[in-house]
């Protein structure tokens, strides 16, 4: 026969057991994307963190860079998606061959290198067939800054991270900030 003192007792250890139970589940936040496979969003994210690193801030990556860059292909320009899936493509392609791994899995160092190389258009060119290597660094270089520095509301700029950064007033209303002279 169970006694109330120790009944009580079981109920509560469960009770509290089980509040703790969703704690104990791994959160790994799944993005899905409208526009990008898992593999080029990965690619880009990559891209976008050497452009914007995380320091005391977050970087480019974590701040959602690629969601607003798939947010502003979807909605705005998807005349761009051919362009940005050639040239993640086009840096797959080279990065298989010239190093054995895809971007992502280079070392930062090479990473950056990489896209210095990029940027002054002096990777291999039979690689870069569909849409000049320059052309793609560009595009990317100012997307990922829009999506960083632009207002959250956008897709980018997440928690404000920039705003934050260059200790600006947020949320930003247009016409409405005023300063004390």
């Given at each position: 026969?169970?006694?109330?003192?120790?009944?009580?007792?079981?109920?509560?250890?469960?009770?509290?057991?089980?509040?703790?139970?969703?704690?104990?589940?791994?959160?790994?936040?799944?993005?899905?994307?409208?526009?990008?496979?898992?593999?080029?969003?990965?690619?880009?994210?990559?891209?976008?963190?050497?452009?914007?690193?995380?320091?005391?801030?977050?970087?480019?990556?974590?701040?959602?860079?690629?969601?607003?860059?798939?947010?502003?292909?979807?909605?705005?320009?998807?005349?761009?998606?051919?362009?940005?899936?050639?040239?993640?493509?086009?840096?797959?392609?080279?990065?298989?061959?010239?190093?054995?791994?895809?971007?992502?899995?280079?070392?930062?160092?090479?990473?950056?290198?990489?896209?210095?190389?990029?940027?002054?258009?002096?990777?291999?060119?039979?690689?870069?067939?569909?849409?000049?290597?320059?052309?793609?660094?560009?595009?990317?270089?100012?997307?990922?800054?829009?999506?960083?520095?632009?207002?959250?509301?956008?897709?980018g700029n997440k928690n404000f991270v920039s705003y934050r950064m260059m200790r600006l007033d947020f949320p930003l209303l247009i016409g409405q900030n005023r300063y004390e002279k």
């Open positions: 026969m169970i006694n109330r003192r120790h009944f009580i007792k079981q109920v509560a250890a469960g009770s509290v057991s089980l509040l703790l139970l969703p704690g104990c589940a791994q959160k790994t936040e799944k993005i899905s994307y409208r526009v990008f496979t898992p593999e080029e969003a990965d690619c880009l994210g990559c891209i976008s963190e050497q452009f914007i690193p995380a320091d005391d801030y977050a970087g480019a990556k974590e701040a959602g860079c690629v969601n607003y860059i798939d947010k502003l292909l979807f909605q705005r320009f998807p005349e761009l998606t051919e362009s940005y899936k050639n040239g993640l493509q086009s840096l797959e392609n080279y990065c298989r061959e010239t190093h054995g791994k895809i971007f992502s899995q280079l070392a930062s160092d090479a990473q950056k290198s990489l896209l210095a190389q990029m940027e002054k258009g002096e990777l291999i060119e039979s690689f870069w067939d569909k849409i000049p290597q320059r052309n793609f660094f560009s595009l990317v270089l100012r997307h990922t800054m829009q999506g960083y520095y632009g207002s959250p509301i956008h897709g």
